[in-house]
């Protein structure tokens, strides 16, 4: 036994693995990691029982996790979940970026499909548990990270199906990530979806609820299919105002050079609200742009990058942080932005995030979270 944390009252068991990684077997794991197929020695579990709150938190060896074949979970989908990041700064420390805004965001989640809220300090407490004994885990190649994966599930065994879970398991994984985009920044094609919607007027699109997946892999493939790499998700009543691209945030740059202004849509309750979204919109006026949140619908779009008005449309989200949109697709044609490489708005904002979560430019608003 070595450390534990104590938070909300409650203290962190530390159970080390029996089967930790050597050294060389982590060297080699850490060489080409891909995306969230790798994952460290570790993970943290937190349970709760309706009439007893939380409990038992602890840290443990990561592995498999045996359910009753009539959890809850595995029926009416009652899981939420996140997703954050650990970087590496030049001085050897590590870092998380605004995790505070995912521990909210987390709870709206949670409020959103009847699960009970997380305390902060417990969701901030798990990471930084997991990270005092995974740091080694945190890559130090450029543009790669540990990516963060908390989430939580009903556990209640039985198949009544009017009432939320009475017991819930919390649990934090860690997977090293290497540079999402290998070979440089690409811009993707996207397929304007018109036959699926992601999320409608009441529904749960606001909240990072797994289902929202689970509905979105159809218009997905149907985007592969039309030669697309993403789909971009309209509102599901009129089916033109554009809200996301797959699991990323959009934005739309009109004009150029210092007079460049910047829409992205706003937060209508469909809308996921991306902490990479927030973080722009506060980062952007300070580099003297003007933004804006608004709506764009889909004939808005096309007339204004064939206007040449549009000069630079790009996704951002913690997974790629800023992704450029080169050419867009739909049933009614195709048609690029500017010249369908990577603009100039695109690249500063990629390099300025970049420099924030990896340290070397200084933290003006409080994002960085230093661990230990
Ligand atoms: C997670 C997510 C985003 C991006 O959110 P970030 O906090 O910036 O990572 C955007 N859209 C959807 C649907 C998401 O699930």
New binding site residues.
């Given amino acids: 036994m070595d450390s534990s944390t104590t938070t909300s009252g409650l203290t962190f068991d530390i159970r080390l693995s029996s089967q930790r990684k050597t050294p060389q077997e982590r060297a080699e794991l850490l060489d080409s990691p891909g995306f969230g197929t790798v994952f460290t020695d570790h993970m943290v579990t937190i349970r709760y029982a309706e009439g007893k709150g939380w409990y038992d938190p602890r840290l443990e060896a990561y592995g498999p996790i045996t359910l009753d074949p009539a959890t809850a979970a595995l029926h009416y989908a009652q899981e939420i979940f996140e ?1 954050l990041k650990a970087y590496r700064h030049p001085d050897g420390s590590v870092a998380t970026f605004r995790p505070d805004a995912n521990a909210a965001r987390f709870n709206r989640s949670a409020r959103r499909m009847a699960m009970p809220e997380l305390p902060e300090d417990l969701f901030l407490g798990a990471i930084s548990t997991l990270l005092e004994h995974d740091s080694e885990w945190v890559p130090t190649q450029e543009n790669s990270s540990l990516y963060l994966r908390p989430f939580m599930f009903a556990t209640d065994v039985g198949l009544g199906v009017n009432n939320p879970s009475r017991s819930y398991l919390f649990v934090l994984i860690a997977s090293p990530s290497g540079a999402y985009f290998s070979g440089g920044v690409r811009p993707v094609t996207v397929w304007l979806s018109e036959d699926y919607t992601r999320a409608a007027p009441g529904g749960t699109g606001e909240a ?1 609820f797994a289902g ?1 997946y689970a509905a979105s892999f159809l218009a997905q493939a149907q985007a592969v299919e039309q030669g697309c790499d993403q789909v971009v998700w309209l509102d599901a009543v009129e089916h033109r105002w554009v809200e ?1 691209m797959g ?3 959009l934005f739309f740059v009109f004009g150029s050079g210092d007079s460049a202004r910047v829409l992205t849509p706003a937060l209508t309750g469909t809308l ?1 609200p ?4 927030d973080s722009l919109l506060k980062l952007i006026p300070e580099l003297g742009f003007q933004v804006e949140e608004g709506r764009l619908s889909i004939d808005q779009w096309r007339s204004a990058a064939e206007s040449g008005e549009l000069t630079e449309v790009f996704a ?4 790629a942080v800023i992704t450029p949109v080169g050419h867009v697709k739909s049933s009614h044609g195709e048609y690029a932005i500017g010249d369908g490489s990577p603009g100039p708005m695109t690249m500063l904002l990629r390099d300025e995030l970049v420099a924030l979560q990896y340290g070397t430019r200084a933290d003006t608003h409080g994002w960085v979270h230093r661990i230990g």
Avoid: F, P, S, V
């Avoid at 991306?274 to 979204?277: L, N, Q, Y």
């Fill in positions: 997703g990072k929202n996301e699991g990323m945030n996921l991306g902490i990479t979204r951002c989200g913690t997974a």
